[in-house]
């Protein structure tokens, strides 16, 4: 299959391209397009062999459901068959943008779009582009991101193309993403409610507006796996490099000290895994460069941005673990950042990403 690619405006998307892509929606098509968040991989919600479809291109494991992109209110009443009173306070806050609520779904959505779960998790992405396709598609979206399962999620549509081209109709490309990081799925169906995985948009957001704490359990926290395939990715390694990767955690990360015993635990674990002359790649922060002067040739750094700045360290992560593997690194050590605000996410995507390969110190 030759794979349609369409250069669009991110903030005002030319109506020819949005056209075609949803026409080939609605012939029952996959068609990638662009949120705040990543890229997703959108068929018709309503559509059970585009459902399945999204399954097999990505090898996704059956039983981990897909989230439902609205672009209005009104198909919410579709996709959802109940609505907790929190939904209207959340939704008026933060829709459109990245957060995903899991809700009982409606007898509308089918069980593939599920897994299976008798709830759905919905969203309103605050893009252009997404909400255009899904108006003209006329029919909410499901879609996950829009890369091979278990790899970083793409946020340039040439990530897109790396992992799908050939197998889905086609690429909405708007440029890089803005988030670069996926959206906070929180269960509703539960009191107090649950976070499913920590994203774009920081836990303490959610708190401040609902006036209660949001239960954290451990595997949101990327510290282990779930018993049941409940929610994001917790049966699998995921957002990982094909690079072997361990993430070096410190309790503490507020002064020089810390950060000085924080960069000797990844030089001594880099060093180790370059011994054998393979390629290491050290993921290091504005702070912590400068302590990273004395390494051999086979050792490379890369910055994420400022500890002080987490949304820049969010932003350049599933990028720069896609470049890693294009650079050929076999290892990669990364430092750990503290848990507060979108270091939570952070920390949980690394911690998966490494396949919980973590050493703390
Ligand atoms: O930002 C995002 O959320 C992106 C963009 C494209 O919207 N999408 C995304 O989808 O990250 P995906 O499929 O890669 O991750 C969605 C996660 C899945 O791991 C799934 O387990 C969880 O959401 N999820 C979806 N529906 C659920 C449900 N009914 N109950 C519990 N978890 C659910
Ligand atoms: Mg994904």
Redo the contacts with the bound molecule.
Sequence with gaps: MKTKLWKVNPTNPEQQAIREASELLKQGGLVAFPTET?YGLGAIVYNKHSVKKIFEVKGRPRNNPLIVHISNLNQLNDVVSKVPEELELLAETFWPGPLTLVLPKSPLVPLEVTAGLPNVGVRMPAHRVALALIEEAEAPLSA??A?V?GSP?PTLAEHVLKDLDGKIEGVLDAGETLYGV?STILDLTVKPPVLLRPGALPVEKLEEVLGLKVQIPGFARGLNESEVALA??MKYR??APKAEMTVVESSRYSDQADLIKLTEAVKKHALYTSSTSARTCILCTDETIVFYSDLPPNVAVKNLGSRRDPFTIARNLFKTLREIDEEGFLYVVAEGVEEKGLGLTIMNRLRKASGYRIIKI
Aim: proline fraction near 18%; aromatic fraction near 10%.
């Design positions: 990543v996950p991101s890369n399962s999620s996926e994001p990715g995921h957002y």
